[in-house]
């Protein structure tokens, strides 16, 4: 170890607890003050940060005055998220263009509503010229949310109204990272394989004619078995093989 880097260890050692004695605050006063600390009071019990008619998660109920805890419920604009994912299992399908319109915009899609999504979402699948070499696979993480998030606040400086706050342009936005992260996470991954456990790589343009779903998968799919022209991707059959 040089000496420079065994100054730089000593300082913070040293330093560290100089910021401890003289930071912390005493655990007493949050409970004096009514200060949440985070997300969780002194019990543990989940803060009310905000309101929302989006999304509900039920944690508890309430059994003759008392309230206990129950099997955890998630709730998607007023549907249970099981049977959400029941109905597209049932009927072969992924769900992800469903799930995410009703997110956005409050209902269910029609056929006619679905597919002229799906093909607004197909648009937005692409990222800035070299982005993918420049941004993504340079400095890979193993964390993958720390590649989204340098990956998400770099496509900030590719956007022209990245400060209007216009209904339609954060609509606009939210529809575009919608449809790049998948491909940001699963490129993220492939490089952090690639770079740091000296695995092969494989990149992989999104199909448009393939659900978000389908494309996550195939590109994952075609990473593992190389130059084999196998594609995960098919309109007709769920899950199915198929060949170029």
């Not at 913070?12 to 600390?37: F, M, S």
């Not at 509900?56 to 005055?65: K, L, P, R």
């Not at 919608?178 to 993220?188: D, E, F, K, Q, T």
Request: glycine fraction near 6%; hydrophobic fraction near 35%.
């Amino acid at each position: 170890m040089s000496e420079t880097t065994t100054q730089m260890q000593d300082f913070l050692t040293r330093q560290a607890k100089v910021c401890h004695d003289n930071c912390e605050i005493e655990k007493d006063l949050y409970k004096e003050l009514g200060v949440k600390r985070g997300l969780r009071d002194v019990d543990g019990v989940g803060v009310l940060a905000g309101l929302t008619n989006i999304s509900c998660i039920q944690s508890s109920e309430m059994i003759n005055g008392e309230k206990v805890p129950c099997e955890g419920k998630l709730f998607y604009r007023g549907y249970n998220i099981y049977e959400l994912v029941d109905g597209f299992m049932k009927r072969g399908e992924f769900g992800f263009e469903e799930i995410t319109y009703l997110l956005l915009f409050g209902k269910l899609p029609d056929e006619k509503q679905l597919k002229e999504f799906r093909e607004i979402l197909a648009q937005s699948m692409t990222l800035p010229k070299n982005f993918t070499r420049d941004v993504i696979l340079k400095a890979p993480s193993k964390d993958i949310m720390n590649t989204l998030t340098k990956s998400i606040l770099t496509l900030a400086s590719y956007d022209d109204k990245a400060s209007d706050i216009s209904m339609e342009n954060v609509l606009r936005q939210c529809l575009m990272l919608i449809s790049v992260l998948p491909m940001m996470a699963v490129y993220g991954y492939h490089g952090y394989n690639h770079y740091v456990n000296d695995d092969s790589l494989y990149i992989h343009r999104p199909d448009p004619n393939c659900s978000m779903a389908e494309n996550a998968a195939s590109r994952q799919i075609l990473y593992r078995i190389g130059s084999q022209s196998v594609r995960y991707c098919t309109r007709s059959s769920y899950g199915t093989w198929r060949r170029k």
